[in-house]
């Protein structure tokens, strides 16, 4: 099971999984990234995922967008892959941060945690 793969590769780091909104409430919670009393409610599959697992996660008070790297490709387990791609990401959007004119084109990046390899970003609605 990949959840197994994961936890022996990186026994500190949380496995995000589309069907454990409590888990992942409660590891957002410890974290910090989820306000006083804020669960999420629903999580969903966001966009195609084929590299990363890209999570739209629902709360009563938000949207946003939940992103981790593993050590494999999303859509192709058996290729492996650095999991340390999330922090280059996160990075990247840093790096957005003061160029206004750039940040219209990209989602907002509301946190990282390098232990897991988790972005939480803006949710974009795209029509």
Sequence with gaps: MLN???QKLYPEAFFVDVNDPTGL????????FLRNGEKISNLEKAGNGE???ILRAYTDDRV???K???PWIEKHSNINAPCERALMEGEYYKLLSPHH????YHPMLLGVDAR???LLLEN???N
């Excluded at 590891?27 to 910090?32: E, G, K, T, V, W």
């Excluded at 004119?101 to 219209?104: G, H, K, M, T, V």
């Design 4 to 6: 197994e793969r994961f």
């Design 25 to 32: 409430s409660g590891y957002l919670a410890d974290i910090r």
């Design 51 to 53: 590299t990363d697992l």
């Design 64 to 66: 946003f967008v939940i």
């Design 68 to 70: 981790q790297s593993r």
């Design 101 to 104: 004119q750039l940040q219209q």
């Design 116 to 118: 897991s390899y988790l």
């Design 124 to 126: 974009l609605e795209i």
